[in-house]
Protein backbone atom coordinates (compact mmCIF):
# COMPACT_ATOMS: atom_id res chain seq x y z
CA UNK A 1 0.00 0.00 0.00
CA UNK A 2 1.27 3.31 -1.02
CA UNK A 3 1.05 6.50 0.97
CA UNK A 4 -1.57 8.18 -0.76
CA UNK A 5 -3.78 4.89 -0.51
CA UNK A 6 -2.61 4.56 3.76
CA UNK A 7 -3.96 8.56 3.49
CA UNK A 8 -7.41 7.91 1.88
CA UNK A 9 -7.86 4.63 3.98
CA UNK A 10 -7.30 7.15 7.20
CA UNK A 11 -10.08 9.29 5.49
CA UNK A 12 -11.89 6.34 5.31
CA UNK A 13 -11.85 5.71 9.30
CA UNK A 14 -12.20 9.37 10.17
CA UNK A 15 -15.04 9.69 8.16
CA UNK A 16 -16.54 6.24 9.92
CA UNK A 17 -16.81 4.89 6.08
CA UNK A 18 -17.96 0.93 5.82
CA UNK A 19 -14.96 -0.10 2.57
CA UNK A 20 -12.84 -3.19 2.14
CA UNK A 21 -9.02 -2.99 0.94
CA UNK A 22 -8.24 -4.84 -1.84
CA UNK A 23 -4.96 -6.53 -2.00
CA UNK A 24 -3.37 -5.59 -5.19
CA UNK A 25 -1.37 -9.11 -5.20
CA UNK A 26 -4.45 -10.87 -6.12
CA UNK A 27 -4.43 -9.50 -9.86
CA UNK A 28 -6.96 -11.07 -12.22
CA UNK A 29 -5.41 -13.96 -14.75
CA UNK A 30 -6.21 -13.00 -17.83
CA UNK A 31 -5.05 -15.03 -20.84
CA UNK A 32 -1.91 -15.47 -22.09
CA UNK A 33 0.10 -14.79 -19.44
CA UNK A 34 -1.60 -11.05 -19.15
CA UNK A 35 -3.35 -9.71 -15.70
CA UNK A 36 -5.73 -6.95 -15.01
CA UNK A 37 -5.30 -4.25 -12.22
CA UNK A 38 -7.49 -4.48 -9.62
CA UNK A 39 -9.46 -1.65 -7.54
CA UNK A 40 -8.01 -0.44 -4.48
CA UNK A 41 -10.99 0.07 -2.11
CA UNK A 42 -15.03 -0.73 -2.49
CA UNK A 43 -16.41 2.24 -0.71
CA UNK A 44 -19.90 1.92 0.45
CA UNK A 45 -21.96 5.64 1.25
CA UNK A 46 -24.82 6.39 3.34
CA UNK A 47 -27.22 6.16 0.46
CA UNK A 48 -26.18 2.46 0.23
CA UNK A 49 -24.49 2.93 -3.17
CA UNK A 50 -21.04 1.01 -3.66
CA UNK A 51 -18.22 2.81 -5.44
CA UNK A 52 -14.96 0.78 -6.60
CA UNK A 53 -12.36 3.31 -6.14
CA UNK A 54 -8.63 3.24 -7.43
CA UNK A 55 -6.14 5.86 -5.26
CA UNK A 56 -3.56 7.20 -8.23
CA UNK A 57 0.01 8.83 -6.75
CA UNK A 58 1.53 11.17 -8.23
CA UNK A 59 4.92 11.58 -9.09
CA UNK A 60 7.24 14.68 -9.70
CA UNK A 61 9.72 15.24 -12.49
CA UNK A 62 13.15 14.26 -11.24
CA UNK A 63 12.20 13.28 -7.17
CA UNK A 64 10.48 10.02 -5.79
CA UNK A 65 7.07 9.94 -4.21
Known sequence: MNQYE???ERFLRSARAPYLAN???RR???GGGKTLKNFDFVVTGMDGASWFVDVKGR???GGLA
Do not use: V
Request: glycine residues 0%.
Open 23 to 25: RQE
Open 6 to 8: LAF
Open 59 to 61: RFP
Open 28 to 30: FQL
